[in-house]
């Protein structure tokens, strides 16, 4: 159903994409109760700003970038309050968790990276956004997507890739 | 090529687009080719994961959020903001709960269950015509648009009813047909907007 605007109804947006938020707030967040807080953030914020969305473009990938920039405080916040160093994406580079896991899951995998690596790593082959688009979700130069991607690569090849070979 | 370039082409060479020869280094590379055949099982882990359902109350508690918001923005409901229906549209569901409610109390035992007493008040009275339904519920804002708090009974004649008492005052509901599909109180010609661009059922008792 579409309104005036050009764009459906706001109902028919929930039913529509609550799964879709759920499942990225959750392979970002990693846990079920984030996830759910995150998606209902979410979707208030897309309600309040939903007028100025732009018909001619892509309605997912704006709830997309709302749902990863809603994540991404969301990590900030646990970070800040487990008292370790700040999010940001300069501060993340080469962070890799080392747990000792035997059994490989997709859910380590994602775990196992910081930031923007995970986030970059979650929408590439996850989601299946292209490069250009997580460029324009995360606002940074194509380039810089790129290199997140080949450094998750990398560190996922580190601690995973004799478990998966 | 050296590794380190060939290593960033993995992901081009798994999507079959190779410009640079990725493939040409894999063949004189065992290092590389090693690391090529780790990344295809892990590219194939990530991409396959299934996508994670939502619980199935997030829906009605975005929605219960949104509607929240929505109050909030307009601070009241505006009798302004119902262009569907004239206000005597409003007189005339009043009537038509009172007529119904008279109804109920007037037609003696039958096939349809006694009317819920959950509280007094004036008593909202809904009565539809869906004999394909395997299910109807009343969500409102006097019962915090819980999908299984009350739900209608079927008589033989396929028609759902129900009769519940609610406070005193204006309210704004929906009718949930099988747990799916979310539909107004056709016997109530009062449409409200819900804030999401589309409308609820309104009453005043």
């Keep these: ?165 | 090529m050296n590794c380190r370039k060939a290593r960033a082409g993995f992901d081009g060479l798994l999507g079959g687009n190779d410009p640079h020869g990725v493939a040409d280094h894999i063949q004189g590379c065992a290092a590389c080719a090693e690391r090529f055949v780790q990344w295809k099982a892990l590219a194939q882990t990530l991409r396959s994961a299934p996508p994670v359902k939502a619980p199935p109350d997030l829906k009605v508690a975005i929605r219960r959020a949104v509607a929240e918001a929505s109050r909030q923005g307009r601070k009241a409901w505006s009798w302004s903001l119902v262009p569907p229906v004239p206000v005597w549209g409003f007189a005339m569901a009043a009537l038509v709960v009172m007529a119904a409610g008279g109804w109920w109390f007037m037609r003696g035992p039958a096939t349809v269950p006694a009317p819920v007493a959950t509280d007094s008040g004036p008593l909202l009275t809904i009565e539809v015509e869906l004999p394909q339904a395997s299910t109807v519920a009343v969500a409102g804002d006097f019962n915090g648009w819980n999908t299984s708090a009350h739900f209608l009974k079927r008589s033989e004649t396929g028609r759902w009813m129900l009769s519940l008492a609610v406070p005193r005052g204006v309210h704004e509901y929906l009718l949930l047909v099988d747990g799916t599909t979310w539909v107004l109180d056709p016997g109530n010609p009062v449409r409200v907007p819900d804030g999401f661009g589309g409308y609820n059922s309104g009453v005043e008792l």
Excluded at chain 1, 68 to 93: I, K, M, P, Q, Y
Excluded at chain 1, 109 to 120: C, D, F, Q, V
């Design chain 1, 1 to 165: 159903m579409t309104g005036e605007d050009g764009l459906p109804v706001f109902s028919a947006v929930v039913d529509e994409y609550t799964d879709y938020v759920y499942s990225v707030t959750y392979r970002l967040l990693g846990n079920a109760q984030d996830a759910e807080d995150a998606t209902q953030e979410t979707f208030l914020k897309l309600y309040k700003t939903y007028e100025r969305v732009n018909p001619d473009k892509s309605l997912k990938n704006w709830i997309c970038t709302i749902a990863v920039n809603t994540a991404r405080d969301h990590l900030r916040s646990r970070r800040r309050e487990a008292g370790t160093v700040a999010f940001d994406e300069e501060l993340s580079h080469g962070a890799v968790r080392n747990p000792v896991e035997t059994v490989l899951t997709v859910e380590q995998m994602i775990e196992s990276l910081e930031g923007n690596y995970r986030i970059a790593v979650v929408l590439f082959y996850m989601e299946d956004k292209t490069v250009k688009e997580i460029a324009e979700m995360m606002q940074r130069p194509q380039v810089v997507v790129k290199v997140w991607l080949h450094r998750a690569r990398r560190m996922l090849l580190e601690k995973y890739g004799r478990a998966s070979s």
